[in-house]
T-cell receptor
Framework: AQSVTQPDIHITVSEGASLELRCNYS??????LFWYVQSPGQGLQLLLK??????LVQGIKGFEAEFKRSQSSFNLRKPSVHWSDAAEYFC?????????FGQGTTLQVKP | DAGVIQSPRHEVTEMGQEVTLRCKPI?????LFWYRQTMMRGLELLIY????????DSGMPEDRFSAKMPNASFSTLKIQPSEPRDSAVYFC????????????FGEGSWLTVV
């Protein structure tokens, strides 16, 4: 069965520091992979997605993610975090037209 | 362009009452999804429509939940009777359908059942 695991429930980084959020998936075929961000009280906004081709994907707000088939991972990165990046981040795998989400990682940014 | 529109944004109701959540998908999208978000279970897919037809309702918790999509621009999720454990954020989302197409989310309906 398809599944998504985000090992880190909560991460705290200092403003200006680099960030990496981990995501591992279980899927029988070539996955469609997504990262969404949810600010408090808001819906989910797409940061980036991967279908095929270049394994390094650029997204909005300076985020990028790298697909590694050998590790079944799709980690999200940002070189320098801003206070406005504090939010909850969800990794998802797309299958049969729908999304299966991980449990989410809450990012806290220290001044 | 208008995104996915949900109403009400917030609802507080008493146990046993009927609750109806409404959704207007993005114009032209032919897939519509209802998700529920709770602290304990995260984001769960409740039901998924394609071209107004329910494709997968395996996530609907029990018979108290029902969803309809009478036309391409409107869907409802109904809970009758409501229970405190139904308290959650309910998201509607839509897409052009098929794997890989971006799924766009509404801002959610925050339901509290007391």
């Amino acid at each position: 069965a398809q599944s998504v695991t985000q090992p880190d429930i909560h991460i705290t980084v200092s403003e200006g520091a680099s960030l990496e959020l981990r995501c591992n998936y279980s899927y029988g075929a070539t996955p469609y992979l997504f990262w969404y961000v949810q600010s408090p009280g808001q819906g989910l906004q797409l940061l980036l997605k991967y279908f095929s081709g270049d394994t390094l994907v650029q997204g909005i707000k300076g985020f990028e993610a790298e697909f590694k088939r050998s590790q079944s991972s799709f980690n999200l990165r940002k070189p320098s975090v801003h206070w406005s990046d504090a939010a909850e981040y969800f990794c998802a795998v797309g299958t049969a037209g729908k999304l299966i989400f991980g449990q989410g990682t809450t990012l806290q940014v220290k001044p | 362009d208008a995104g996915v529109i949900q109403s009400p944004r917030h609802e507080v109701t008493e146990m046993g009452q009927e609750v109806t959540l409404r959704c207007k998908p993005i114009s032209g999208h032919n897939s519509l999804f209802w998700y529920r978000q709770t602290m304990m279970r995260g984001l769960e897919l409740l039901i998924y429509f394609n071209n107004n037809v329910p494709i997968d309702d395996s996530g609907m918790p029990e018979d108290r939940f029902s969803a309809k999509m009478p036309n391409a621009s409107f869907s409802t999720l109904k809970i009758q009777p409501s229970e405190p454990r139904d308290s959650a954020v309910y998201f509607c989302a839509s897409s052009l359908g098929g794997d890989g197409n971006t799924i766009y989310f509404g801002e959610g309906s925050w339901l509290t059942v007391v």
